[in-house]
């Protein structure tokens, strides 16, 4: 009897999470997305700056790390296990629905207010122009839209195929986790810029 029928019906239904690439082909897809997350720099204000689209690769692969680590964390300390490389490779392949939303904002700037309209829910309301909301509520809240939905839903998705928790209840942590840390960047840029995120009396 093998050790998998040994352990029973238990070993088979004990949560897993695949690798969605293969490990000897992820050298090669990391490179690939870091070469994304460079060419969408290199066509925005950060390009401008030298060396802007190597930073924005590194910030991304970091911010990926860092958002692992902190689910893995997360999940431990409610006493389930989530394997940081395999989900970090979830993380930092869903990243590629940004890329395509902000490749896809910068050409609406050129296209017709009717086209812009029209793909805001994908890409985000910052597609509609710059003279809606604060410049903080902007840069935290300007890219929500379907795409970001889809990068909130797969992230959910591999969580709770790692931990065996609910979808459900993944999918809730992972939107509130999103939406604090937004709020916080909402707040931040605005006190960057000298304005209170607060009603001031």
């Given at each position: 009897m093998s050790e998998r029928e040994a352990a029973g019906p238990k070993a088979a239904s004990r949560p897993r999470l695949e690798w969605i690439v293969a490990p000897w082909l992820q050298p090669f897809w990391y490179a690939y997305l870091a070469h994304a997350w460079w060419r969408v720099a290199e066509t925005t204000n950060a390009g401008r700056l030298m060396s802007g689209g190597a930073l924005v690769a590194a910030a991304?692969?970091?911010?990926?790390?860092?958002?692992?680590?902190?689910?893995?964390?997360?999940?431990?300390?409610?006493?389930?296990?989530?394997?940081?490389?395999?989900?970090?490779?979830?993380?930092?392949?869903?990243?590629?629905?940004?890329?395509?939303?902000?490749?896809l904002a910068e050409r609406l700037r050129t296209a017709s207010p009717g086209a812009a309209l029209w793909l805001a829910p994908l890409v985000g309301f910052h597609a509609l122009g710059s003279g809606l909301g604060s410049s903080g509520l902007r840069a935290a809240f300007g890219g929500l839209g379907l795409l970001t939905v889809l990068r909130i839903s797969v992230t959910a998705r591999a969580q709770s195929r790692g931990t065996g928790v609910r979808f459900a209840a993944?999918?809730?942590?992972?939107?509130?986790?999103?939406?604090?840390?937004?709020?916080a960047m909402w707040w931040l840029a605005d006190l960057l810029r000298g304005r209170s995120p607060l009603p001031v009396p």
């Open positions: 991304k692969l970091a911010g990926a790390l860092t958002e692992s680590a902190f689910y893995v964390l997360w999940w431990r300390s409610r006493g389930r296990a989530l394997p940081f490389w395999r989900f970090f490779c979830v993380v930092a392949s869903i990243s590629l629905a940004d890329v395509f939303a902000i490749g993944a999918l809730g942590w992972t939107a509130l986790f999103w939406i604090m840390g937004r709020v």
